[in-house]
């Protein structure tokens, strides 16, 4: 009978586990509170494009996340065990969870200027962002990583809980396509709605700037955590940034329902991706979904 084995474990793995279980905490906490809200201005909305892609930055990063949570908590290994393809398997559902919360974002940019060549740009721009990241971070240009040092750390079945630092590549791809959609969101708020503002236009763009500011703190964050300290921390930035592209993604959807309703201004429902934004008169924001 074959007896596991005891997983390497430091203080940077130790980190990284209790900050992944806490981010953990924090995504179920922010969905309690956040619960009557959600079963206010979405449940009873119709099925929609910008309805599928929430459910699915609201919910997917539950089993994300949650898998890495799994792994947080694994501390032995059984011979002839082979943790790979769950690793794989996690890494796609984060990034699933991401795009999901990006398209969000894109949906409103999109609506808020009406613009096929917007669209297009605003759909390539991340690919090629993250293509390219992706083709470089399996090169030997990021310093004391895998493809360039040797890691001496017992990792077998490659069960442990241990990024790697190309993945820095991947980080700075998105800090790149969040600052480019900023300029791109404030070029839009003071070139074509300078002189029309309303309660919902606001909201709109206060909360999609504070959205895309997060993201580029967080990203920054993740870029240094993942060059600077020991190789055992880098998985420390796991879980982070799935949760704050759900609670702000779900956040804003929310603020932007509670605003409509405020205003009263519509009798009818629009379509779900359609963000109403007229001339120079009041106008309003709406998510059907």
Not at 97 to 117: D, F, M, P, Q
Not at 192 to 203: C, M, P, R, V
Not at 248 to 265: D, K, P, V
């Amino acid at each position: 009978m074959s007896h596991p084995t005891a997983l390497y474990v430091d203080a940077g793995i130790q980190a990284s586990k209790y900050f992944n279980v806490g981010m953990f905490a924090v995504l179920i906490f922010d969905y309690f509170i956040t619960l009557e809200a959600e079963s206010q201005w979405v449940w009873h909305r119709k099925w929609t494009f910008v309805r599928f892609i929430f459910t699915v930055s609201r919910y997917l990063p539950f089993f994300g996340i949650g898998m890495t949570f799994i792994a947080a908590l694994r501390t032995q290994y059984y011979p002839g065990e082979s943790c790979v393809r769950f690793g794989q398997a996690s890494n796609v559902l984060h990034i699933i969870c991401i795009v999901a919360a990006e398209g969000l974002l894109i949906t409103r940019i999109y609506a808020s200027w009406n613009s096929k060549r917007l669209l297009a740009f605003l759909l390539v721009f991340p690919v090629v962002c993250f293509v390219v990241s992706y083709l470089i971070s399996d090169t030997p240009l990021v310093f004391n990583s895998k493809n360039t040092t040797p890691i001496n750390i017992p990792d077998p079945g490659n069960c442990l809980l241990l990024g790697g630092r190309n993945n820095v590549f991947e980080y700075a791809a998105l800090l790149l396509y969040e600052l480019v959609l900023l300029c791109l969101m404030l070029y839009i708020r003071f070139s074509k709605y300078s002189n029309a503002i309303g309660q919902l236009q606001e909201t709109f763009f206060n909360d999609s700037v504070k959205y895309m500011m997060c993201i580029i703190v967080m990203s920054s964050f993740s870029i240094i955590l993942t060059m600077v300290p020991p190789i055992t921390w880098v998985s420390i930035t796991d879980s982070p940034q799935i949760v704050i592209h759900s609670v702000l993604a779900s956040r804003i959807l929310f603020n932007l329902r509670a605003s409509e309703g405020r205003s009263r201004i519509h009798t009818t429902l629009t379509d779900a991706s359609e963000i109403q934004f007229g001339g120079d008169q009041f106008s309003t924001v709406v998510f059907d979904v």
